[in-house]
């Protein structure tokens, strides 16, 4: 099964990358480099990057190997600032709030060649808040890349529960709740960024914003 198999898990922020060779569970090896996308808004091409990142890969496997690794990886997972305008993939937002489903949903695949081709699965980001209908309204919207996906790995290892907080610090932190699921929610859901709002999706792909429906902030996960 993939969750047995050796997969690189890749989350690339703001100035920093971040990868890991892990297999059914345990983290053969990890590294960090400093290139992200702020790199790439400065000039960084995409080729470069690509570059760089299999750099990392190759290494991992190497230090992998020769602390017992038996299988090749199979696939590459991506999440992070990777999914922006500039990265390798981009992705809109999903709306908040959004589930595991709509997480699974977003995720779109590529092929990345390091000294074979893998298959390369992207994760969206969420977003909250209508960022284009006033000052005060961007002040209480936010959008995140990442740290969607770290919540719900926090979760699933039972690390946090409902009526948890999860405070992510990096090149922009993050303030997250988790809340009780209730009648009306089949899974617990972590509210971000605060109050009620409507969503903000850059690119309006989720129709709330152009329909002006209220949504609630968060995110629902397992």
Same mark, same amino acid.
């Given at each position: 099964?993939?969750?047995?198999?050796?997969?690189?898990?890749?989350?690339?922020?703001?100035?920093?990358?971040?990868?890991?060779?892990?297999?059914?569970?345990?983290?053969?090896?990890?590294?960090a480099a400093d290139f992200g996308i702020r790199d790439a808004a400065?000039?960084?091409?995409?080729e470069v990057m690509e570059t760089s990142l299999r750099s990392l890969?190759?290494?991992?496997? @190497?230090?992998?190997?020769?602390?017992?690794?038996?299988?090749?990886?199979?696939?590459?997972?991506?999440?992070?600032?990777?999914?922006?305008?500039?990265?390798?993939?981009?992705?809109?937002?999903?709306?908040?709030?959004?589930?595991?489903?709509?997480?699974?949903?977003?995720?779109?695949?590529?092929?990345?060649?390091?000294?074979?081709?893998?298959?390369?699965?992207?994760?969206?980001?969420?977003?909250?808040?209508?960022?284009?209908?006033?000052?005060?309204?961007?002040?209480?919207?936010?959008?995140?890349?990442?740290?969607?996906?770290?919540?719900?790995?926090?979760?699933?290892?039972?690390?946090?529960?409902?009526?948890? @907080?999860?405070?992510?610090?990096?090149?922009?932190?993050?303030?997250?709740?988790?809340?009780?699921?209730?009648?009306?929610?089949?899974?617990?859901?972590f509210i971000d960024w605060g109050n009620d709002s409507r969503c903000?999706?850059?690119?309006?792909?989720?129709?709330?914003?152009?329909?002006?429906?209220?949504?609630?902030?968060?995110?629902?996960?397992?």
């Open positions: 099964m993939l969750d047995e198999a050796p997969i690189f898990c890749v989350d690339m922020g703001t100035t920093r990358t971040r990868v890991w060779l892990v297999e059914d569970g345990r983290i053969w090896s990890s590294a400065r000039g960084m091409t995409r890969m190759k290494r991992l496997t @190497a230090e992998a190997v020769h602390a017992g690794l038996m299988r090749k990886p199979v696939c590459i997972a991506a999440a992070g600032m990777i999914t922006s305008p500039t990265g390798l993939r981009h992705l809109p937002h999903i709306c908040a709030p959004a589930g595991l489903g709509e997480l699974g949903r977003s995720v779109e695949q590529t092929q990345f060649n390091i000294d074979e081709m893998l298959p390369m699965y992207f994760v969206a980001g969420v977003a909250t808040g209508d960022a284009k209908q006033s000052i005060d309204a961007a002040l209480s919207s936010d959008l995140m890349r990442g740290e969607e996906t770290l919540c719900v790995g926090l979760l699933a290892h039972h690390h946090i529960g409902a009526d948890s @907080a999860v405070l992510n610090l990096g090149s922009h932190w993050k303030w997250i709740f988790i809340d009780e699921a209730t009648p009306h929610r089949e899974k617990p859901h903000a999706d850059p690119d309006s792909t989720c129709g709330c914003s152009s329909a002006g429906a209220p949504r609630e902030s968060g995110c629902r996960v397992v």
